[in-house]
């Protein structure tokens, strides 16, 4: 028997000095590691994401991508074409 695994956010933050493993799970999301500061904001977005989807009538599982995008959008988080446009500018500074 399969179990179907419902999508969630997945935050990773990649600046923990400290030593401490910080783990936190939600209805919607898990955020992994981080400094103390990393960890409360990639909380709080993903939090903050599922309640703009939840206004919409929507979940991080029936969102579509584009919906998806503009409520990580919404709350400061960088668009997905903005991301790759701005990797792509930073690769060729290098």
């Given amino acids: 028997m399969s179990t179907k695994k419902k999508p969630q956010i997945v ?3 990649l ?3 400290d030593g ?3 783990i936190t799970k939600g209805p919607d999301f898990i955020a992994l590691s981080g400094s ?3 960890h409360e904001l990639m909380t ?3 939090i903050k994401i599922g309640e703009k989807l939840k206004k919409r009538g929507k979940t991080v599982e029936t969102a ?3 919906e ?3 409520a990580a959008h919404s709350v400061g988080l960088v668009r997905g074409d903005e991301a790759r446009e701005a990797a792509m500018r930073r690769q060729k500074s290098n």
Avoid: L, Q
């Fill in 68 to 70: 998806f995008d503009d």
């Fill in 20 to 22: 401490h493993k910080r």
């Fill in 44 to 46: 709080e977005k993903a």
């Fill in 64 to 66: 579509s991508f584009e």
């Fill in 15 to 17: 600046d923990n000095n």
């Fill in 11 to 13: 935050a990773v933050g």
């Fill in 36 to 38: 103390k500061e990393t």
